[in-house]
């Protein structure tokens, strides 16, 4: 388990995700200032508005994240890692974005994902990645495990743009773009009603039939 366990009160963690504006975090996992990866951002940021959510963007290269300690509690209070802490728990769900090294996510989306654990369990993610040239299924494929490992549950689908998809960094692809904004309204649609049934199995207590929500209750 990771050093960001979800210390909030069960009573705190309860109210009814289905009857409010669905909140996604977009989380940009590249530090490099011209990525790619940012045009992806954009265009999953604008599908996610026009699907109705309420949106907080978390861009990883203008976040002074330390490299996650798991023995220095005294990063809890860094105003970035606060700011990870309550903007995961502030989320329905998410799309995550990573630029795919050495067949993997990027080092600053893991880092990202070290600080968390609870705030992640019975949340709902899409994942977007922007490649060299490789197809993505690595990097993908990395952070729905990460997701996963966090007990949050991840859409089917998923979208990677290699460079050759761009024009003067713009995503010109339109089957990559149709899969971006498809990526976005299916974690507006999705992410409420899974937080909502989970944080419902969670009041349940920590019986068995809660299923994975009890081992969080
Ligand atoms: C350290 C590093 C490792 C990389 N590994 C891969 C890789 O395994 N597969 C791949 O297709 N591209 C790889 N690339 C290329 C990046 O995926 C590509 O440059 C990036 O997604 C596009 O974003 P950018 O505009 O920030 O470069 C790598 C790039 C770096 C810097």
Redesign the pocket.
């Known amino acids: 388990m990771a050093t960001g366990s979800d210390m909030t009160p069960p009573s705190t963690r309860t109210e009814d995700a289905s009857s409010r504006a669905p909140r996604v975090l977009l989380v940009s996992g590249?530090r490099?200032l011209?990525?790619?990866?940012h045009d992806l951002v954009r265009i999953a940021a604008e599908a996610a508005r026009d699907a109705g959510a309420e949106l907080q963007t978390l861009a990883l290269h203008e976040l002074e994240l330390p490299v996650m300690h798991y023995n220095d509690r005294s990063q809890r209070e860094l105003p970035a890692v606060r700011r990870v802490l309550e903007t995961a728990r502030w989320a329905d769900g998410f799309i995550l974005a990573t630029?795919?090294?050495?067949?993997?996510m990027s080092g600053c989306l893991k880092n990202w994902f070290d600080f968390l654990y609870g705030e992640l369990a019975g949340k709902f993610a899409g994942v977007i990645?922007?490649?060299?040239?490789?197809g993505?299924d690595?990097?993908i494929t990395s952070v729905k495990n990460s997701f996963m490992w966090c007990h949050g549950f991840t859409l089917p689908f998923h979208a990677a743009a290699?460079?050759t998809d761009f024009a003067d960094g713009r995503l010109i692809n339109p089957k990559i773009i149709d899969r971006v904004q498809r990526i976005a309204h299916d974690v507006v649609r999705y992410a409420p009603l899974i937080r909502a049934a989970f944080e419902q199995a969670r009041a349940t207590g920590k019986g068995v039939g809660a299923g994975v929500a009890g081992t969080h209750a």
């Open positions: 590249s490099h011209e990525s790619h990866l630029p795919e090294y050495h067949g993997n990645a922007c490649t060299g040239g490789g993505g690595m990097s290699r460079k």
